[in-house]
Nanobody, 127 residues
């Protein structure tokens, strides 16, 4: 079992930056993948950035590539999402997700591939 706790959301003007934090507790050693999703009103959650704990380049959604960076501090059981050059269309609820299972390829970008979720943190970007 894993518990995820996000923080770092807030309001910012377009062009600004925010850093999201996700701290995991519980059985974190066996986690295979951790990532960030976001959800727009009336839509399902979409993958923003996925970090593969067993190596490999992180995956980024096209809409955030070059602006967002995912990273992990294993010693602190924390995953970060650095968001730069924010746009109004980045406004959404952001969720941290984790799974013990594989998350490679397209299936790993679907919310159903993840077993554990944080409560979400709101990001609002004003233009």
């Amino acid at each position: 079992q894993v518990r995820l706790m996000e923080s770092g959301g807030g309001s910012v003007q377009a062009g600004g930056s925010l850093r999201l934090f996700c701290t995991a507790s519980g059985n974190t050693v066996s986690l295979n993948c951790m990532g960030w999703f976001r959800q727009f009103p009336g839509k399902k959650r979409e993958a923003v950035a996925i970090d593969y704990s067993r190596g490999g380049h992180p995956h980024y959604a096209d809409a955030v590539s070059g602006r967002f960076t995912i990273s992990q501090d294993i010693s602190k059981n924390t995953v970060y999402l650095q968001m730069n050059s924010l746009k109004a269309e980045d406004t959404a609820m952001y969720y941290c997700a984790a799974t013990y299972n594989g998350c490679a390829g397209s299936p790993g970008l679907e919310q159903d591939a993840y077993d554990y979720w944080g409560q979400g943190t709101q990001v609002t970007v004003s233009s």
